[in-house]
């Protein structure tokens, strides 16, 4: 087997054009590691099964909850806790490292129109 670095630039670079994207850059043991970018009001959802962690390289995430607002800046990190109901959002524009266990639907519990049934690798 080889090991193989990854470079996350590059990997934001292959992203396609829009305002949202996701794809899996890594697999660890049964976890996903996916890159991100987004811009805009995604959808209110939670995770029942799992938590979430959104690592922002570039932009702010705000992360909003029923009862209060967290923004999350270049350099920092959010968990979600399982069950935890959130919507992601951000004026301008975030890319971020999400980890998730394998095969967690981008929207949660809730089905929509941006629910990707499968993730793409980049």
Request: aromatic share 10%.
């Given at each position: 087997?080889?090991?193989?670095?990854?470079?996350?630039?590059?990997?934001?670079?292959?992203?396609?054009?829009?305002?949202?994207?996701?794809?899996?850059?890594?697999?660890?043991?049964?976890?996903?590691?996916?890159?991100v970018?987004?811009?805009?009001?995604?959808?209110?959802?939670?995770?029942?099964?799992?938590?979430e962690?959104?690592?922002?390289?570039?932009?702010?995430?705000?992360?909003?909850?029923?009862e209060?607002?967290?923004?999350?800046?270049?350099?920092?990190?959010?968990?979600?806790?399982?069950?935890?109901?959130?919507?992601?959002?951000?004026?301008?524009?975030?890319?971020?490292?999400?980890?998730?266990?394998?095969?967690?639907?981008?929207?949660g519990?809730?089905?929509?129109?941006?629910?990707?049934?499968?993730?793409?690798?980049?």
């Open positions: 087997m080889t090991v193989e670095k990854i470079n996350l630039s590059d990997k934001f670079g292959k992203l396609p054009a829009g305002d949202y994207a996701v794809r899996l850059v890594a697999k660890m043991n049964n976890y996903d590691f996916k890159i970018k987004f811009k805009g009001d995604f959808i209110w959802h939670s995770h029942p099964e799992t938590d962690t959104f690592i922002i390289m570039e932009g702010t995430l705000v992360m909003n909850f029923r209060r607002k967290v923004e999350v800046h270049a350099g920092e990190m959010i968990v979600i806790p399982k069950g935890v109901e959130h919507k992601p959002s951000s004026e301008d524009g975030y890319r971020a490292i999400l980890i998730e266990p394998e095969g967690v639907s981008n929207t519990d809730v089905r929509s129109e941006i629910t990707i049934e499968k993730i793409e690798w980049v």
